[in-house]
């Protein structure tokens, strides 16, 4: 995953209008890469707490240029974001998501996908009709489409928002809020949005087994229990943080110590040999 120095998208320029019409590149490329469909999704895989058996995939895009470089989602989803472009290319990230998933469905393989979703997405008053719309046409059961949604300062229109989770949830398309723990997710969300999963931020995850993480962790878990969500903790790296976590009640476990974020193809032979071995 190698970053381009100096790309369009470093948009730290001093200069006011080198700046300008730099950023003003960085949407022409990435308006051009969207028409080209130059987005990949990599499958990350999240684990049962306990059996640690494969219980889902998260779909995270990667950008992978003509040239061969690939560009990280920190690095242009922001920029998406403020142009609106995150329209178009959560589009076609739903449909490659939604292309994946048929195919493994095809397969025999029923586990669930989560895509990420950027509040901005939520702004588009029918997000959640083409969503479903979608999602209909591939005759897929309900259950194998999640989403995950963080909360941002883009969530101005909170009524849109929760209007349309709920219209997704009743649908069958449950929501996780992902990095909980951060100032990006708060209580409050917690309490106005119908959600079904907590992902625990990784830098919650991170200090684990020093003893004042373990107490906030071990809150926070208890805290989802009594509201009936599932708590997949990101981010896990040691074996010392998935003990900890499985002690301190997470039900899933997702990070590099269990699997890093995979290619199709390696993602579909990992489905292909759970239960084995
Ligand atoms: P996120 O949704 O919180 O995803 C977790 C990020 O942490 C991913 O980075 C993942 O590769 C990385 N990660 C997973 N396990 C570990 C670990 O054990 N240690 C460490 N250090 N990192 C780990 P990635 O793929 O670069 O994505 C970054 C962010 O970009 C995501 O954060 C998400 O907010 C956004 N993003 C990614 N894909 C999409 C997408 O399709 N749509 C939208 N709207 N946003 C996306
Ligand atoms: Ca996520
Ligand atoms: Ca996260
Ligand atoms: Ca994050």
Redesign the pocket.
């Known amino acids: 995953a190698k970053q381009i120095p100096g790309s369009a998208f470093a948009l730290f320029d001093p200069q006011l209008d080198r700046r300008a019409s730099s950023m003003l590149q960085a949407e022409q490329l990435l308006d051009k890469a969207v028409r080209a469909r130059e987005f990949q ?1 990599v499958y ?1 895989p999240k684990f049962h707490c306990g059996s640690r058996q494969l219980s889902g995939f ?4 990667r950008w992978q240029r003509p040239d061969g470089q690939r560009i ?3 690095d242009f ?1 922001p920029a998406a974001e403020r142009t609106g472009q ?1 329209l178009a290319l ?1 589009e076609l ?1 739903i449909d490659i998501a939604l292309q994946q998933i048929r195919q493994w469905h095809q397969q025999g393989q029923v586990l669930p996908v989560a ?4 509040p901005v997405q939520f702004t588009h008053p029918r997000f959640a009709d083409r969503l479903l719309e979608r999602l209909a046409q591939s005759g897929l059961p309900r259950g194998l489409l999640e989403i ?1 949604i ?1 909360e941002s300062a883009a969530m101005t229109e909170l009524d849109e928002v929760l209007r349309q989770l709920e219209q997704l949830g009743a649908a069958g398309v449950p929501c996780a809020m ?2 909980f723990g951060t100032g990006q997710s708060s209580l409050t969300m917690l309490r106005k949005l119908p959600i079904r999963t907590l992902k625990l931020d ?1 830098s919650m995850v991170e200090p684990l087994p020093r003893p004042e993480a373990a107490a906030i962790v071990e809150a926070t878990c208890a805290l989802g229990r009594s509201l009936n969500l599932e708590i997949v903790a ?4 040691t074996e010392e943080q998935a003990a900890a976590l499985e002690r301190l009640g997470a039900t899933h476990l ?4 269990l699997g890093r ?1 995979l290619e199709p193809a390696a993602a579909t032979a990992l489905l292909q040999h759970r239960g084995e071995d």
């Open positions: 999704l990350q998260e779909a995270l895009v990280s989602p920190a989803i995150i959560g990230i895509i990420n979703v950027s995950e963080t992902d990095d990784r990101e981010g896990v790296e997702q990070g590099y110590l974020p």
